[in-house]
């Protein structure tokens, strides 16, 4: 899911028995989005941390 659709998503609201109610506050801690959003997060700062070892190497192989 992109950052885009799940922002979307996130501010979208919810419907319960027929009513829709909107979304005046955060994520609540334990909900069932709480997954998904840290998924999101720990796949950004992986993909962060893999470009920064390949640059590291390239650097040091530059140097050797």
Known sequence: ????????FLK????????VYQ???GTPQGGVI???L???ALSELE???LE?????????KRST
């Open 1 to 8: 899911m992109d950052t885009v659709t799940l922002r979307k």
């Open 34 to 36: 709480s997954p998904a």
């Open 52 to 60: 920064a070892i390949k640059k590291n190497n390239a650097i040091r």
């Open 12 to 19: 979208c609201g919810f419907m319960e028995k027929g009513k």
């Open 38 to 40: 840290a998924v999101m």
């Open 47 to 49: 993909r962060e941390l």
């Open 23 to 25: 979304t005046l506050a």
